[in-house]
């Protein structure tokens, strides 16, 4: 089957970092998205990486590839109160040309 | 900032009514989806279109009915609403890319 499998809670301090682990299915993905859903709204991209790379950085998010483990993690730095949502990774595997979303992280940010 | 519109945002009827749920977008995108959410979080795919007159079943199996007469316009109907069908409903649309574009929900509750 096509899961990909996310822990379902996170709770870190505020100005801590947070670390948002995914496995996914497909090694043959050419991009991984995380998308980010806050209280009451759709879901919004966040980032994305391309499969050939091992990190992406833009400001406060890290993301992080593990091809051979088919691991992707995507870290907040300096974690804001304003980043308490839920992160969904998702995958287009070659079998479908469809979005695959994870199972989502509820990431609690408290101060 | 995505121009997609859901209405209504809140909706809570008797069972055995008829609704349609409306999705709009103003970005000319093709491919349209319908995302039924858990309140544990999990997104399925219920309903997509590639196209005006094209129309597919998800992977999550639905008694909703989807339309695409014109390429702006995505509704769901369901034709009589049961308290299973109580859940969040999210539009979204895309130029075919993994990246979508999400409309606020329908938060549908059935009495």
């Known amino acids: 089957g096509e899961d990909v499998e996310q822990s379902l809670f996170l709770s870190v301090r505020e100005g801590d970092s947070s670390v948002i682990n995914c496995t996914y299915t497909?090694?043959?993905?050419?991009?991984l998205y995380w998308y980010k859903q806050e209280p009451g709204a759709g879901l919004q991209l966040l980032t994305y990486?391309?499969?050939?790379?091992d990190m992406k950085q833009d400001q406060r998010l890290t993301v992080l590839l593990n091809k051979k483990d088919k691991h992707l993690s995507l870290r907040i730095a300096d974690t804001q109160t304003g980043d308490s949502a839920i992160y969904f990774c998702?995958?287009?595997?070659?079998?479908?040309?469809?979005?695959?979303f994870g199972t989502g992280t509820r990431l609690q940010v408290f101060p | 900032e995505a121009d997609i519109y859901q209405t209504p945002r809140y909706l809570v009827i008797g069972t055995g009514k008829k609704i349609t749920l409306e999705c709009s977008q103003t970005m000319g995108h093709d491919k349209m989806y319908w995302y039924q959410q858990d309140p544990g979080m999990e997104l399925h795919l219920i309903h997509y279109?590639?196209?005006?007159?094209?129309?597919e079943k998800g992977d999550l199996s639905s008694e909703s009915t989807v339309s695409r007469i014109r390429t702006e316009h995505f509704p769901l109907t369901l034709e009589s609403a049961r308290p299973s069908h109580t859940s969040q409903y999210l539009c979204?649309?895309?130029?075919?890319?993994?990246?979508?574009?999400f409309g606020e929900g329908s938060r549908l509750t059935v009495l």
């Open positions: 979204a649309s895309s130029l075919g890319t993994g990246e979508l574009f």
């Open positions: 990486i391309f499969s050939n790379m």
């Open positions: 497909d090694s043959s993905s050419t991009y």
């Open positions: 998702a995958e287009i595997p070659r079998s479908t040309d469809k979005l695959i």
């Open positions: 279109s590639y196209g005006v007159n094209s129309t």
